[in-house]
């Protein structure tokens, strides 16, 4: 969404008397409008997400560069509030005079389990919205502070994203960040991956196949069918909504209904290397996907392979997968999209890519 600095202006101060109105009721009294302190440093405004979702950090980044001319003008701040569930949740968004841009936020009811996986899993969620950790710390409750809480500060270093992303990444920190004391939260992939890694499959054994977790026996790489299974999967989970983890030398068999992991069938050190799964799926797969990571542990005389595709920034879909049909003269391309929907990979029809085209030709057009 492309709007004018006039528009922008007007969208803000809608957004906050709606901010306010809401942060009023829920007692934490009247932020007012737009904010300065520090004599003048900095400047603020509580906005609502939801009015600024489809905006990306370039949008707004240009829009706060007519602040900087004021000589004592060093950050621009946005609070973006917005409901998770039935939680009130709110983020600041810092725009630097130095053009730098950093997110902060706190999420309360932190349970501390590992801050190491703690980090990864932010890391990874934070992919999708085009920002790096810069800080996360836990905090304990004590005298002072009900409960515990999680303290997390970020830089942003893709402005084309939409700042949206950012409330759908703190949903997904939140879920797997903020559950009972000695609880699991159902975004495990992390610990998940670690175990694995570690060469720990008690957690694994047992798992249910779900809209971030597959796996295979074996893969036959090297053939069309083993490589369009690995691009197939692998393309699914980037166009899907979470990070997710492809597991290679595991067996699944039908429980109640889901595919549920009985037992671990290393594949061949030989033939499953890392090397090989990055080749075939550059080959197969694009554009690029951020951030995925390949790993083949030892198990045995074989090895389990692990890919981790984490959530993918939303201006970077469609992924796909081109493969060829025929042969000589007559070889074709074909290029297909896939999607991972709960515990299945599904193509996208005719219907549905055409709906997508004609969503990003009307927006294009909007844009003009």
């Known amino acids: 969404m492309v709007m004018t600095d006039d528009a922008l202006r007007r969208l803000i101060n809608f957004s906050n008397l709606r901010a306010r109105v809401k942060l009023y009721n829920l007692g934490e009294g009247n932020p007012g409008s737009w904010d300065s302190n520090d004599f003048g440093l900095v400047r603020g405004v509580d906005v609502r997400l939801e009015d600024f979702a489809n905006l990306s950090f370039v949008d707004l980044h240009s829009f706060v560069q007519g602040e900087f001319a004021l000589p004592e003008r060093e950050c621009v701040v946005f609070g973006f509030h917005f409901y998770n569930g039935k939680i009130y ?8 005079r130095s053009g730098d841009i950093t997110l902060n936020f706190n999420l309360s009811g932190g349970n501390f389990r590992s801050l190491e996986y703690a980090r990864s899993h932010v890391e990874q969620v934070f992919i999708s919205a085009g920002a790096t950790v810069e800080s996360l710390e836990h905090m304990e409750a004590d005298e002072e502070v009900d409960e515990d809480y999680w303290s997390v500060t970020l830089a942003v270093s893709d402005f084309s994203v939409l700042v949206g992303a950012v409330g759908e990444a703190m ?198």
Not at 307 to 319: G, R, T
Request: net charge neutral; aromatic share 6%.
């Open 89 to 96: 949740e709110n983020f600041g968004a810092l725009f630097y």
């Open 171 to 368: 949903k997904a920190t939140r879920s797997a960040l903020c559950t009972f004391r000695g609880e699991l939260g159902p975004d495990r992939f992390v610990e998940t991956r670690q175990s694995i890694l570690n060469g720990e499959f008690s957690n694994l054994l047992g798992a249910k196949e779900c809209d971030w977790l597959e796996c295979k026996s074996t893969l036959s790489l090297g053939s069309r069918e083993g490589n369009e299974m690995l691009v197939k999967s692998v393309c699914g989970f980037a166009n899907g909504f979470r990070s997710s983890l492809l597991v290679v030398g595991v067996r699944t068999r039908p429980l109640n209904g889901s595919d549920t992991v009985a037992e671990v069938t290393p594949v061949s050190s030989r033939v499953h290397t890392v090397d090989r799964y990055q080749k075939i799926i550059d080959d197969y797969v694009s554009p690029a996907i951020r951030g995925m990571k390949i790993d083949a542990v030892p198990v045995d005389d074989g090895v389990v392979v692990v890919v981790m595709i984490p959530a993918q920034p939303e201006h970077e879909k469609l992924f796909v997968v081109t493969t060829s049909n025929g042969a000589g003269s007559t070889k074709t391309k074909v290029q297909s999209v896939y999607q991972r929907r709960g515990d299945r990979t599904v193509q996208l029809s005719t219907a549905d890519m055409h709906a997508l085209l004609s969503a990003g030709y009307q927006k294009l057009r909007s844009e003009q």
